[in-house]
């Protein structure tokens, strides 16, 4: 039960008050259809907050040591460099001198608002969000910190995104493996179409992975070189087909001739995502379609096609969206995907094609 007294408002609400150890008031109000036992529950916290258990590191002491402590020991590199730079850019300046139990909802609320007027995208939002509910929940749950993350609760509505799931056509295909005949990365973006794979993931492969039957998808590398597969289901095994098998074997051949594990090293031996991701934008490019005008060819060349704009993650919903349209049954496209749910998998990376539509008109009118 809470040390001091409730007491009720002239609007109906409760309202509970106490002092910490260094003579700080510290006030709650009951919240909007809020019951009397979650209040006093919260009261509770607040009594634990005051009596000699509040903790006296800064947001700065609390995300640097959860940041060499737990991410990098048990995330990727990528996550940790990427985590970083969010907290230092957006969160530091605001609230890293402030102490944990000083910083509330307002502040956080504060933070992101910033994040939105910069037209950050949610998913950067989410992320700036998480650099700070992720150090407190692994303190309270890991450190046994007395908190409450200033994160809990609050609702905050973030902005509207196109959802739209681009996908590449038949056209767009060939357009694509046709300019990249000559690019000795031609293989990766083969395999990658083939197989749905991440481009971490794709690149990660190793000649050893490549079994009888199967491609065993067993870590990653990224920009920041090794890394850990994205979730638990991401480590699976890939049925091998015919056309697969072909570019494995030819890429496998080539590999090993230089003496490399990887099944696509660079010229230091090891994967280089920035070497696969230049190649890639080359190869955009070269999508263009142009031609001389005028008499005898002598002007200028002229833009007749525009070149493709798509992503490498753009191969992975192709792939998807294509199995789903041959009527693969979704939860088999879910682990081939790598994904935990197949809500996942219609949500993110199944599109609409116009054979779809078709069937559907068809079904309809029957």
Not at 24 to 50: G, P
Not at 158 to 174: H, Q
Request: proline share 3%.
């Amino acid at each position: 039960m809470p040390r001091n007294r409730i007491h009720t408002g002239s609007d109906g609400r409760w309202t509970y008050k106490i002092s910490d150890s260094t003579g700080k008031r510290h006030v709650i109000k009951s919240r909007l259809n809020e019951t009397k036992n979650n209040f006093i529950d919260r009261c509770d916290q607040l009594d634990k907050l005051a009596q000699g258990q509040i903790v006296k590191d800064t947001m700065n002491d609390l995300f640097y040591f959860w940041l060499e402590n737990y991410v990098k020991i048990h995330n990727s590199k990528s996550d940790y460099i990427n985590s970083k730079s969010l907290y230092e850019l957006y969160i530091k300046p605001l609230i890293g001198h402030q102490r944990l139990h000083e910083i509330t909802r307002a502040d956080v609320y504060r933070i992101l608002n910033k994040a939105v007027s910069s037209n950050k995208s949610t998913a950067t939002i989410k992320r700036i969000r998480g650099c700070i509910s992720r150090p407190f929940n692994w303190s309270i749950n890991s450190m046994g910190y007395n908190l409450v993350a200033p994160t809990q609760g609050l609702v905050f509505k973030y902005p509207d995104e196109d959802k739209t799931i681009t996908f590449l056509t038949e056209s767009d295909i060939n357009r694509f493996f046709e300019s990249a005949k000559n690019s000795k990365h031609y293989n990766y973006f083969k395999i990658l179409f083939l197989t749905g794979l991440r481009p971490s993931e794709c690149l990660g492969l190793k000649n050893i992975d490549i079994k009888k039957d199967h491609l065993a998808i067993n870590q990653g590398w990224t920009n920041h070189g090794y890394s850990k597969l994205k979730t638990t289901k991401a480590k699976r095994k890939f049925p091998l087909y015919p056309e697969l098998k072909q570019y494995l074997h030819i890429q496998r051949t080539g590999s090993m001739q230089v003496g490399s594990e990887w099944l696509f090293p660079s010229t230091y031996g090891l994967p280089s995502m920035n070497a696969v991701q230049m190649a890639f934008k080359r190869i955009l490019k070269q999508t263009a379609v142009y031609e001389r005008g005028g008499r005898n060819g002598l002007k200028k060349l002229k833009l007749i096609t525009k070149p493709l704009k798509c992503t490498m993650y753009d191969f992975r919903h192709t792939f998807a969206t294509l199995q789903a349209e041959k009527g693969l049954p979704i939860n088999i496209l879910a682990e081939l995907m790598g994904h935990e749910d197949t809500s996942t998998t219609m949500k993110y990376y199944v599109g609409l094609t116009d054979k779809m539509i078709k069937q559907a008109v068809e079904i309809l009118s029957s």
